[in-house]
């Protein structure tokens, strides 16, 4: 029709050296033009939405369990015991809360043995302290008691060896 604006377009055909030459009313282009424009958005907007519903499904789960076990470690550091990890999983990260727990189950074991070495070492101390003390102070009352007989002067060096040694013990 008379007045109507019209598009043209030119399109090579590869492969060959032909050319292809396309005549559209303006209306039907910009028409077209819109649609792409549309689609275009659409299927970014729906990429968009993907990729959030993404970093809630995989992303989110993993911080969260990377905030238990720093909050699990962080509680043990502090003195609390019987905890769990919090993590369930199948992945690296369960056999990372598993390994923790382990670790810790270890470790206060190691901990509870190591008390009782400890409580027994100072009851065995106290005992042997007070098994020695005992017969020292008997050495050292009848080593007095010979010094302040003796006349010889070589006993007299013998008893105030035992006694200085005794006194030593003690």
């Given at each position: 029709?008379?007045?109507?604006?019209?598009t043209v377009g030119f399109y090579?055909?590869?492969?060959?050296?032909?050319?292809?030459?396309?005549?559209?009313?303006?209306?039907?282009?910009?028409?077209?033009?819109?649609?792409?424009?549309?689609?275009?958005?659409?299927?970014?907007?729906?990429?968009?939405v993907l990729a959030v519903g993404?970093?809630?499904?995989?992303?989110?789960?993993?911080?969260?369990?990377?905030?238990?076990?720093?909050?699990?470690?962080?509680?043990?550091?502090?003195?609390?015991?019987?905890?769990?990890?919090?993590?369930?999983?199948?992945?690296?990260?369960?056999?990372?809360?598993?390994?923790?727990?382990?670790?810790?189950?270890?470790?206060?074991?190691?901990?509870?043995?190591?008390?009782?070495?400890?409580?027994?070492?100072?009851?065995?101390?106290?005992?042997?302290?007070?098994?020695?003390?005992?017969?020292?102070?008997?050495?050292?009352?009848?080593?007095?008691l010979a010094m302040q007989d003796?006349?010889?002067?070589?006993?007299?060096?013998?008893?105030?060896?035992?006694?200085?040694?005794?006194?030593?013990?003690?």
């Amino acid at each position: 029709a008379e007045g109507e604006l019209k598009t043209v377009g030119f399109y090579h055909i590869p492969q060959t050296s032909l050319y292809s030459v396309v005549i559209a009313d303006a209306s039907y282009m910009q028409s077209y033009s819109q649609t792409i424009q549309r689609t275009t958005l659409l299927a970014a907007l729906f990429i968009a939405v993907l990729a959030v519903g993404c970093v809630c499904f995989f992303i989110f789960p993993v911080t969260r369990d990377i905030r238990r076990l720093s909050r699990f470690a962080t509680d043990i550091t502090r003195g609390k015991h019987d905890l769990s990890t919090g993590v369930k999983r199948q992945d690296e990260l369960g056999d990372l809360a598993e390994s923790l727990s382990k670790m810790v189950d270890t470790l206060t074991e190691m901990l509870a043995r190591s008390e009782a070495a400890t409580k027994a070492k100072s009851e065995f101390l106290a005992r042997m302290s007070h098994e020695i003390r005992t017969p020292m102070n008997g050495i050292i009352g009848i080593t007095y008691l010979a010094m302040q007989d003796s006349r010889d002067a070589k006993q007299s060096r013998y008893l105030q060896r035992i006694d200085n040694a005794a006194i030593s013990l003690l």
